[in-house]
């Protein structure tokens, strides 16, 4: 007859604590002496049921063997006996770590001296009894097992050592799951781990316990937004990122794994973040797994440069992506020098990092200036920045105060929005470091500071002046005026603030202003036609985008009609994009661009296609008109994004 190699049992600490309430996946335990071991997938109530299955082609007799020989390893203590670190990974993993737990000083851990270690853990025992161990689950298929979320519940985890922060991780994963499981498709089982309750609005990181590197890869299913070092995962060694991965804007698992051949023996963790609150600010994840092979096409083996920007470079001619630097006052991408006055857009990938309690000022005109708000006085509110110290701004130039940075909607002016409660209508009389007062129906009303968000005061405007550079930062600040490089950082001489100087690394943007581009967004433009199944669909609208490649986008839904007047029609003028799908479309979309009677160009945009560059030749038409309808069926969401769009006019 032939006999089996492994063991399957649950956690260690809880062979004696398993009940029908609480039966859990059973941990693989190698047992020794090799070849004398069976197999168990699950026990249950150790009283009353006892399910085995055996892992080689057995049948008859040999099933009646393999189901007494697990009943014995239940209640006999020997078998408990016989299994130690000579023969378990998870055993040898925590001997390496605590070899203190080997009280006879054998050099080797057995089931028991393991037991007796977990009693001196007094601060990982719970309210539950419920111990934390250290074990890793030893599969069929000899891969170590870290973390597959069967357990249906995050409480679970950090009882066995995992630490999980903010919001965005929800404990339970059974109400997670039915959310993200239609998007991500197959599942390794009955559950996943999505940073995604319902919203991208919040943010969370969840951390796994230390664990030995032995395995050639560290292997796991990925999918969510591409969001580097904001949604992502992370393999940290020594407090140090080695390895990490994001996904690529769409829930569709894939297979990524991590060689670590290069960090064999080292403590590792693996960290989950989702620190993005705007669109696909979310990450998915399931079955972590050390493992000795792979047959993943995306296999990560190089470390994270750390300080290096990654970014993206518009320039008249060509869009290229890769390492940005200034050197000896050049801009370089990929090392190869660019000139500036070529230079369209420039987009970095650091990560915006406003402060939790900083203030901002948006102006009318568009610029952001972050800073603590002093007061107000004369009518003037005082805004003390570490860029330009401190400034009077009239409130006549300001289109809202914010109170509280972060992500803010549009609202009507004249409001005073509040973190919880409903908007104040009034007019602004005082701010103080305790308190904000607004003069509304009730008379003078002092409302306490930590609970206003923004006060509306205006709408923003498309900028007049359209000769001036725009240099966004890593904090939220936006500013115009013009830009040179110089030495290794870039000068951007502001009408107001005077010249600031500006270090690559503050940086998340820049644009460029030319004489021969005008953005989308610029153009004069009336909907001429707007129809829906129901009630019409929204107008077009320009939306920031997450992508690192692209700042901004125009989006368009179907059965939408756009008429854009162009400047002057003497002379060649191309529309160029990158046309794509808005994000979780479901259904193609129909796209034409006319000039009069003349169809210049047209395309299906096909859903959670790539997008597509398109450059359509206006020829010297005096205007032209974007049609967007649906494709063969209707349904929602739905529509395009016109990803950084603009007119090139040449004469």
């Not at 969001?227 to 690529?248: E, F, I, S, Y």
């Amino acid at each position: 007859m032939r006999r089996c190699s492994t063991v399957e049992l649950d956690e260690l600490d809880e062979l004696d604590e398993l009940d029908g309430a609480d039966a859990k996946r059973i941990d693989t335990i190698e047992a020794v002496p090799p070849p004398k071991t069976i197999t168990m997938s699950r026990i249950q109530d150790k009283s009353t049921t006892v399910r085995a299955f055996a892992m080689a082609n057995v049948v008859g007799m040999a099933s009646f063997c393999l189901l007494v020989a697990a009943m014995l390893f239940v209640f006999s203590p020997s078998v408990s006996a016989a299994i130690s670190s000579k023969g378990h990974p998870g055993l040898k993993e925590i001997l390496k770590l605590n070899p203190k737990a080997d009280t006879n000083k054998d050099g080797v851990l057995s089931f028991a001296e393991y037991q007796a270690f977990l009693k001196t853990q007094t601060t990982k025992k719970h309210a539950d009894g419920h111990e934390v161990g250290l074990m890793s689950t030893l599969m069929a298929n000899g891969d170590l097992l870290i973390a597959d979320f069967e357990a249906g519940n995050l409480d679970h985890m950090k009882r066995w050592g995992w630490k999980v922060e903010g919001e965005a991780f929800k404990k339970d994963l059974r109400q997670t799951t039915a959310i993200m499981k239609r998007r991500a498709a197959t599942l390794n089982g009955k559950y996943l781990l999505t940073s995604y309750p319902g919203t991208d609005a919040m943010i969370g990181r969840v951390v796994s316990p230390s664990f030995t590197i032995d395995r050639k890869y560290v292997q796991f299913q990925l999918s969510g937004g591409e969001n580097p070092r904001r949604t992502c995962v992370n393999l940290v060694v020594d407090g140090k990122v080695m390895r990490t991965a994001t996904g690529k804007n769409r829930d569709l698992f894939e297979t990524v794994a991590f060689d670590v051949t290069a960090l064999k023996g080292k403590l590792a963790n693996i960290e989950i973040v989702d620190s993005h609150t705007g669109l696909w600010g979310h990450v998915n994840v399931d079955r972590i797994a050390r493992t000795g092979q792979t047959a993943s096409r995306r296999v990560i083996n190089k470390v994270p440069v750390a300080g290096q920007l990654i970014g993206t470079v518009q320039t008249i001619d060509q869009h290229r992506s890769g390492p940005l630097m200034i050197e000896e006052g050049r801009l370089k991408i990929n090392t190869q020098p660019l000139a500036l006055d070529n230079v369209l857009l420039a987009i970095c990938s650091s990560e915006t990092s406003t402060q939790k309690n900083q203030g901002a000022l948006r102006l009318i005109h568009g610029e952001v200036w972050f800073g603590t708000l002093v007061g107000l006085k004369d009518g003037e509110v005082t805004l003390n920045s570490p860029m330009f110290k401190q400034r009077a701004v009239p409130l006549t130039q300001i289109a809202s105060i914010e109170f509280k940075t972060g992500k803010t909607t549009g609202g009507k002016p004249g409001t005073l929005y509040r973190l919880e409660g409903e908007p104040i209508p009034g007019t602004l009389v005082w701010i103080r470091d305790k308190d904000v007062a607004i003069d509304c129906a009730l008379g003078i009303v002092p409302i306490p500071r930590a609970s206003v968000q923004r006060l509306v005061l205006a709408s923003t405007k498309p900028p007049t002046d359209r000769s001036k550079d725009e240099v966004a930062l890593v904090d939220g600040s936006i500013f115009r005026g013009t830009l040179i490089s110089k030495e290794n950082q870039l000068v951007l001489d502001h009408d107001v603030l005077g010249p600031l100087d500006l270090k690559w690394s503050q940086i998340r943007y820049v644009r460029r202003a030319d004489p021969s581009v005008i953005w989308l967004e610029w153009l004069e433009n009336k909907v001429v036609d707007r129809v829906g199944p129901i009630l019409p669909p929204p107008l077009p609208s320009l939306v920031e985008l997450t992508d690192p490649n692209f700042l901004r986008a125009v989006r368009m839904m179907p059965r939408t009609v756009t008429q854009y007047e162009l400047p002057t029609a003497a002379a060649n003028r191309t529309l160029r994009a990158m046309l794509a799908p808005v994000p979780r479309s479901r259904t193609d979309v129909n796209v034409r661009i006319k000039a009069g009677n003349r169809v210049l160009w047209e395309r299906k945009v096909t859903a959670g296609s790539e997008p597509i560059r398109i450059a359509v030749d206006l020829q010297r038409a005096k205007g032209f008109v974007i049609e967007v309808d649906y494709g063969d069926r209707l349904a929602f969401p739905c529509g395009v994004d016109w990803r950084d769009a603009h007119v090139l006019v040449r004469k």
